[in-house]
């Protein structure tokens, strides 16, 4: 519970100093001002339509993939699996181009639904790709797929692109990674999905814990498996879905927290999740406005920040953490 | 194999020949050999075409294909893993960032300065993966795994660099990384052949190592190899090519992991025989890509590299189905 309330504080702090962060000089006084008197001055416009959005963009983003990929660790049993590396984040996105492309009048709401189906269906994919042959869905095996499922979706991206060139200037930067330029009502549309997403996964977290101990002990003390994976795998989706649809795909969050997260609270997942949630809260809330502050100047997309901060960790893991394969 | 070398040999010349003919002009046979074999006779429009824009295309695609398939086969040998490739293990990745920070940075692209970084950072990435993964000894698993990791952190940081670039820089070095054929000259052939010629035949001395690096360490070792020598050896050859390829080509993946299988499938194990066979079926596999690619829609043009994956990502899935009951 401790580390909970100092994580949570954490998070706080970092959304308190994010706001302060910026071109222009805005000091907190004035955004406690924006927040409960606004006034329609230039600063407290920027505080209400750039700043807040963004932090609050961040900290959804944040939650929903590490909490995300702390559910397919636990359901695949897998030290990798995480929404990027599994090409759940790519496959999302690739939907939601083919979304933007093909169909002109489909109203906002419904990107999010679009991009649900795409995690869905990339995530059952690569698990079913990379389960093909002896042994099952290995790390190996895993991390093999995701990576050609990737490099497939973006080459139909690419190639999809090319014919509708307005499109791709304007999800250039959305579609590394960004949360810049979010409108409130973008974030705000998909906050119920992910609120829904994390309760529901802290609703049965119990069942995860269970499911995170193998196949063989889950049967054993009688879980229906084939529900649980549906109901988590559900649950996936939907959290990557909305983190993409609003801020693109955001690789190694969903990686790294989790195994922070057991590192912290163990491995009973009703501490881990919300350990998880507020840890990548705060990952990709530093992690974007740390740049932010260093090149004021720049537009840094957040999803090659956590790129290059994830990789190291994602050798790391790969080097010590897989048991059986060294 | 005579067999397997007369198919794909036509198969070349055909895809060249349609190359040379195809396109916003069509060239009539006649008109291109005249072209070619007596520049005086045939007018200027023509003779520029053919041979300024599309025969330096065509060699240049022939030779990179050719050069990814032989990289694959080595990296397939010494990782023992079928499904181990030069661009999904980012040794590419690591050559294009190199490649990528001289061109932003010091604004220099000319053929030869960008083949040497590239070999630098491929050199650079096979090194950091071969390092990272030794535990006493370098597990194949261990490096898949690591060069992946690798491979999208060096991605990460070529989108970084390319924010600090100068805009019309990197948006040459963008349609560059994309993997694509466009831009070929002479100059850029040259380069490359004089890069290539010497790892072809270094490799291509070394297929009897290959073939005994093919079964496991130990039986290896107990012929009298020095497997962990020999295998760094080859991974050094095997950047080489890559880097080669990348350099004159950018990113153009799954070549290496189709070329070598085809070639085994049709040639049987032993490298003397699969190795000039995966280079031909490499080189008609780039040369027909780059061909639909660039007649398929036209005026617009997919690049090369993504009609290779577009091809290439279902057979790799089709890979693992027909191994589905082996160990990997």
């Known amino acids: 519970m401790a580390g909970l309330v100092v994580l949570a504080s954490a998070v706080v702090l970092t959304a308190l100093w994010a706001m302060v962060v910026g071109t222009s000089d805005i000091g907190l006084p004035d955004v406690y001002r924006a927040l409960f008197e606004f006034d329609g001055s230039r600063d407290h416009i920027v505080v209400t339509t750039v700043r807040l959005p963004r932090i609050l963009a961040a900290i959804l983003a944040g939650a929903s993939l590490a909490v ?257 394969n060294n | 194999m005579i067999r397997t070398v007369t198919i794909f040999a036509t198969a070349i010349a055909v895809l060249s020949l349609t190359g040379l003919m195809l396109g916003d002009q069509q060239i009539a046979v006649p008109q291109i050999a005249a072209a070619v074999f007596k520049p005086d006779e045939s007018d200027a429009v023509t003779l520029m075409i053919v041979r300024e824009f599309r025969l330096p295309r065509i060699v240049l695609a022939a030779i990179v294909g050719a050069a990814l398939a032989v990289a694959g086969s080595v990296s397939q040998t010494v990782m023992r893993n079928p499904l181990a490739e030069p661009g999904l293990l980012g040794i590419n990745s690591g050559a294009a960032l190199a490649a990528l920070l001289v061109i932003v940075f010091f604004e220099r692209s000319d053929p030869a300065l960008v083949s040497f970084s590239a070999f630098a950072g491929a050199l650079g990435m096979a090194a950091l993966i071969y390092v990272l993964s030794w535990r006493s000894g370098a597990s194949s698993i261990r490096i898949i795994l690591i060069g992946i990791g690798l491979s999208s952190m060096a991605g990460a940081a070529s989108s970084f660099i390319s924010l600090f670039g100068d805009l019309t820089t990197v948006q040459s070095a963008q349609t560059w990384l994309a993997g694509s054929v466009w831009n070929a000259n002479w100059d850029k052939v040259h380069v490359l052949a004089v890069w290539l010629l010497p790892a072809f035949i270094m490799v291509l001395l070394a297929h009897r190592e290959l073939d005994l690096m093919s079964f496991d360490d130990m039986s290896a070792s107990g012929l009298g190899m020095r497997v962990q020598a020999a295998r760094a050896a080859m991974v050094l050859l095997c950047s080489l090519i890559s880097a080669a390829a990348v350099a004159a080509a950018g990113l153009i993946g799954f070549v290496g992991l189709i070329a070598p299988h085809i070639a085994r499938r049709l040639t049987g194990h032993r490298h003397c025989r699969v190795l000039p066979a995966a280079a031909l079926v490499g080189a008609s596999l780039l040369l027909g890509a780059d061909l639909v690619g660039r007649t398929v829609i036209a005026p617009a043009q997919l690049p090369a590299g993504l009609m290779i994956v577009l091809i290439g990502a279902p057979f790799f899935a089709f890979l693992l189905w027909k191994r589905r009951n082996a160990r990997i």
């Open chain 1, 68 to 324: 995300a990929g702390a559910l397919m660790q636990a359901v695949t049993n897998n030290p990798l699996a995480s929404p990027g590396l599994l090409g759940v984040n790519a496959g999302a996105a690739f939907a939601v181009v083919l979304a933007l492309v093909f169909l002109d009048d489909l109203p906002a709401r419904g990107y999010v639904w679009v991009a649900f189906a795409g995690a869905g269906v990339a995530g059952g994919l690569v698990y079913a790709i990379g389960s093909i042959g002896f042994g099952g869905a290995t790390p190996l095996k895993l991390a093999l797929a995701g990576a050609v499922f990737s490099a497939f979706v973006s080459a139909m991206t690419t190639s999809i692109l090319i014919f509708d060139a307005t499109t791709i200037d304007s999800i250039r930067l959305w579609s590394v990674g960004s949360l810049a330029n979010r409108p409130m009502s973008n974030v705000l549309g998909v906050l119920p999905y992910i609120v829904t997403g994390l309760a529901a996964a802290l609703l049965f977290s119990r069942q995860i814990t269970t499911m995170s101990l193998g196949a063989d002990v889950a049967r054993t003390v009688g879980q229906n498996l084939a529900l649980w994976r549906i109901v988590s795998g559900a649950i996936v989706a939907l959290l990557a879905g909305s983190a993409v649809a609003m801020a693109g795909p955001i690789g190694f969050v969903g990686l790294v927290i989790p195994h922070m997260a057991r590192m912290l609270a163990g491995s009973d997942y009703r501490r881990v999740i919300p350990v998880s949630a507020l840890g990548g809260a705060l990952l990709v809330l530093l992690g974007d406005n740390l740049l932010r502050a260093v090149f004021p100047e720049r537009t840094i997309p957040v999803g090659i920040t956590m790129a290059v901060l994830g990789a190291p960790f994602f050798v790391y893991l790969a080097r010590n953490r897989l048991r059986g």
